[in-house]
């Protein structure tokens, strides 16, 4: 027994063929390629394309930084590590100078030489940052660096108790005009997105004083004097 095969033709009308059909589209170059077996062709996963373009999308081009700014930044983070030196170098040779007054003057007023500094320097620090918005951070950091260098030559040059307090003092304040200011100034100078920069080289200076200061000092007490 045996069926009959049955011929049919089908009308492409009759045919139910959905509205968002889409014919097929060729193959890509990369697959020809690749069926070929042309070297050096691979197939792109979607991994590699999504993380190249996350990649790309968060890395931004890098700024140059202008050869002023490192001048503004060497000579401001200069300021700061003579200013730390020579904090560094007052608490080595207070012996020397204990030594010196002890006769006339007691510890306690002595102890004044090193408080007076510190207190007027942070009680000061507000101060100077808000007159340094107001009239330039140029004007302040050189008022604050002469002001510096005027009390500690008078210090040097006159012995006497009274006067070494009130150029500590001085210099105290003076030490709280350039610190604000000359990381304002160093910052101003350098790109938004290179200013981290700045920031290592300012607290790299602050560091190596911290751990140079003392020995550099009591080299310079032990050859020189205190004053």
Not at 103 to 121: D, E, K
């Amino acid at each position: 027994f045996q069926i009959p095969p049955i011929h049919h033709e089908w009308n492409k009308d009759q045919l139910m063929i959905p509205s968002s059909y889409e014919p097929v589209q060729p193959r890509p170059e990369w697959y020809q390629a690749l069926e070929a077996g042309v070297p050096g062709v691979h197939y792109p996963l979607p991994e590699d394309d999504k993380t190249e373009e996350n990649s790309d999308a968060g890395t931004e081009p890098l700024e140059a930084i202008p050869r002023r700014a490192w001048v503004v930044l060497f000579v401001c983070s200069a300021s700061m590590f003579l200013l730390l030196m020579d904090s560094s170098a007052m608490f080595v040779g207070f012996p020397f100078i204990e030594e010196r007054f002890s006769a006339t003057t007691s510890r306690t007023t002595l102890s004044w030489i090193v408080t007076a500094l510190f207190i007027f320097m942070v009680s000061s620090l507000l101060i100077a940052g808000r007159v340094a918005d107001r009239f330039g951070r140029r004007k302040i950091f050189l008022l604050g660096l002469a002001l510096y260098g005027i009390a500690g030559i008078a210090a040097g040059c006159i012995p006497v108790v009274w006067v070494l307090i009130v150029t500590r003092s001085l210099q105290g304040i003076a030490i709280a005009m350039l610190s604000p200011s000359g990381l304002a100034m160093s910052l101003r100078e350098f790109p938004q997105s290179r200013r981290a920069y700045a920031f290592g080289v300012w607290g790299t200076i602050g560091a190596v004083t911290g751990l140079c200061g003392s020995p550099l000092a009591a080299g310079m007490v032990q050859i020189f004097n205190w004053q």
